[in-house]
């Protein structure tokens, strides 16, 4: 049986220990064994989480040790993926740099704050994650991130919707959802997921449950050159206490 941890904590305003419930029930749906864990210290047994099929971080404004980043890193490098939404994987260390690196993005605004009225859009793209996706609108937080351009991008939402310092810059396509490799290991970010209730709904829910899978997956595709990841691993542990 596939296994995978879920992480919850940080700022409660995202209603974290919510938003985990109704990951660990999709995760069992799809008959993962799940560990729902309230504390960074999930991420000290370097070698359990190497054991893992998938790390799903719900964990918002926090900071964390290197040592546990170096971990996560460790694992999802050798093949363990790593999948999550909203601040609760891409602003859960500000202070990390390796955490945002390994993540593909990294949160910065929320022009109108909660309640904005927007569209999610599925550019062109061959990807499964998105196949059969049809455009929606949610009424939401809409997520202005500084996003690594190494990923692919699976849906976007078009800047500005509300007035602000930004709103006189040409229109852009912001990233809602991307996938990215990280060593051996598959990434996926979605940044809907304010509220469980929007993680609840139907469209969102099904583009988490396909990114969560898709995620967990890259496990038992890897082929692994142990030699090759060491000096992976090696290269990116600790980056944050060489700057």
Known sequence: MRKALIVWGGWDGHEPEQVAGVFAELLREEQFEVEVSNTLEAFADADKLLGLDLIVPVWTMGEISQQFVDNVS???????????????????????????????????????????????????????LVAGMEDFNVSSEQYYLHVDPAVEVLATTRFPVVDGPHSLNKAVDMPVAWTKRWGVGR???????????????????????????????????ATLNQKDVSTIGNSYSGMADSQ
């Open 74 to 128: 460790t694992a999802v490098q050798n093949g363990t993926g790593l999948a999550g939404c909203h601040g609760g994987m891409c602003d859960s260390f500000r202070k990390n740099t390796d955490w945002q690196f390994m993540t593909g993005g990294q949160w910065v605004a929320h022009p109108g704050n909660d309640g904005v009225n927007y569209t999610i859009q599925f550019p062109q793209s061959s990807s499964p």
């Open 187 to 221: 990434v996926y970010y979605n940044s809907l997921g304010h509220h469980a209730d929007i993680v609840e709904k139907p469209q969102v829910k099904e583009m988490m449950r396909r990114g969560l899978l898709w995620a967990a997956e890259g496990k038992q595709n």
